[in-house]
């Protein structure tokens, strides 16, 4: 069997094979190029089944490009929410305006056109130009990778850039005249339901027949892939501040910066408890100082709450880390109320400050305040040797905050509002946020300290 021969019989079968087997997805009902693009932006790190009730939601919403380039940000992170990485949603709206701006709300079909999009890199470009416009492009990802070196016996490690680049030529050779189309969906379909990652279905793969992998008995241990780096895991603590008086039914949240990590999405306040150490996961700390912490943090954030007790425990997991979650429930206080020792010495550390004591010296007094009840409270410190501008409170407060003390986390310019079960349905919340503030109205920690 030649390579010529083995080349051939893969397109052959996999495109009849897929021609008889291929699903029905419902992007692929439409040859519409904007639905493929939206598609395959969704379907990066997310199963098939997860994203077709989002897919056709967003398409109701946003039915075109134009639609996406003009719909508020919130609204299209509300479409999201729940898909996970965040700014691929935030790339995809940005790209609309491109197009609608360079191409006149059509899509381009030109690769370089294409690869300039935002958020558009060469697999999601490929998959663009050949599934949108059958024009002969490979799409390679890590599903192909797979496929291509188990069924050439290709022993490079697929982490590796010159790997890509060998994949992306191996996968336009074997692209069939005029069928690029279907062929780069036929590859990806064999990826998704045959050639699966850790149990591949050789007895009823089309082209097993001439698979080197499978005659080698090296399905299993093939693609070659340098294990990634594990993500780094962080203790955070976080506060469902209750409100009352103004607030009564109502929970505190923020918005996070405009970049960086879930950017501008809204969130529960949470500060770091501990970093890992070295070689080691960080672990949970005591409920009596990590409510300290928690109550000096919110202080520094301009918030007087107390903590009354541990809701529960929760993780969320990105790519790069892991947020081990220690919830507690917290109430507001009136600025008059006796507070947490902690947030009266967080608040004496930043009055020095704030009367005009240069940063080092207050830095230092935070630094000493941090010391005297346990290391673990370097993240006051952090908050309170950052100071910025003032928090931009949405909702007009009864409370007599300082505007001095409305400081913000580490100088990120964050901003609060009070809300109720009603706004839900308003914000786009990460995940992991969205049940804990769901749970809580829900009446999930009504018990806790009671
Ligand atoms: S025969 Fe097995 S290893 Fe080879 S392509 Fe098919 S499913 Fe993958």
Request: hydrophobic content about 40%; overall charge negative.
């Amino acid at each position: 069997m030649g390579l010529l021969e083995q080349k051939r019989h893969f397109s052959v079968n996999l495109l009849d094979w897929y021609m008889v087997n291929r699903r029905d997805l419902p992007w692929r009902r439409h040859n519409n190029p904007y639905f493929t693009w939206v598609s395959e932006i969704m379907l990066q790190q997310t199963r098939v089944d997860t994203v077709i009730p989002y897919f056709n939601r967003f398409i109701g919403n946003f039915p075109t490009v134009q639609a996406l380039a003009e719909a508020p940000e919130e609204e299209v992170l509300k479409n999201w929410e729940g898909l996970g990485y965040y700014s691929r949603a935030r790339n995809l709206q940005a790209a609309a305006r491109q197009v609608m701006e360079l191409h006149g709300g059509e899509m381009p079909q030109d690769k370089q056109a294409v690869f300039a999009l935002k958020g558009v890199g060469p697999y999601t470009a490929g998959a663009i130009l050949s599934i949108a416009f059958n024009q002969p492009q490979p799409a390679v990802d890590g599903n192909v990778m797979r496929v291509l070196s188990r069924y050439f016996l290709i022993d490079e490690d697929i982490m590796k850039g010159s790997t890509r680049v060998l994949m992306e030529e191996l996968a336009g050779e074997l692209i069939p005249e005029g069928r690029a189309r279907d062929f780069n969906q036929a590859l990806m379909e064999l990826g998704a339901l045959v050639c699966t990652p850790k149990a591949p279905h050789c007895l009823t793969c089309p082209v097993m027949e001439q698979c080197s992998g499978r005659i080698a008995g090296r399905e299993l241990t093939l693609p070659v892939k340098t294990k990634a780096k594990p993500p780094r895991p962080e203790q955070r603590l976080v506060a469902i501040v209750e409100g009352r008086g103004a607030h009564r039914g109502r929970v505190l949240v923020r918005q996070r910066p405009a970049t960086g990590l879930l950017a501008r999405m809204w969130e529960l306040p949470h500060v770091l408890a501990a970093p890992a150490a070295a070689g080691k996961a960080a672990g949970p700390l005591a409920d009596e100082p990590a409510m300290a912490l928690l109550a000096g943090s919110l202080w520094a954030e301009g918030f007087a709450a107390r903590p009354e007790g541990l809701a529960t425990h929760a993780e969320h997991v990105f790519s790069h880390i892991v947020w081990s979650l220690q919830v507690y429930k917290c109430t507001e206080q009136d600025q008059s109320n006796e507070l947490p020792l902690i947030a009266a010495e967080a608040r004496a550390a930043y009055d020095a400050q704030a009367a005009g004591k240069d940063h080092s010296s207050s830095a230092s007094a935070a630094s000493e305040l941090a010391t005297t009840h346990s290391e673990q409270f370097h993240s006051v410190t952090s908050l309170l040797s950052n100071p910025s501008e003032d928090a931009d409170l949405l909702d007009e407060s009864p409370v007599a905050y300082d505007a001095q003390l409305t400081l913000t986390g580490k100088g990120d310019g964050l901003t609060y509002r009070w809300i109720g079960p009603e706004d839900m349905d308003k914000m786009a919340f990460p995940n992991i946020f969205l049940k804990l503030i769901s749970s809580y109205f829900a009446g999930a920690y009504d018990d806790v300290n009671e």
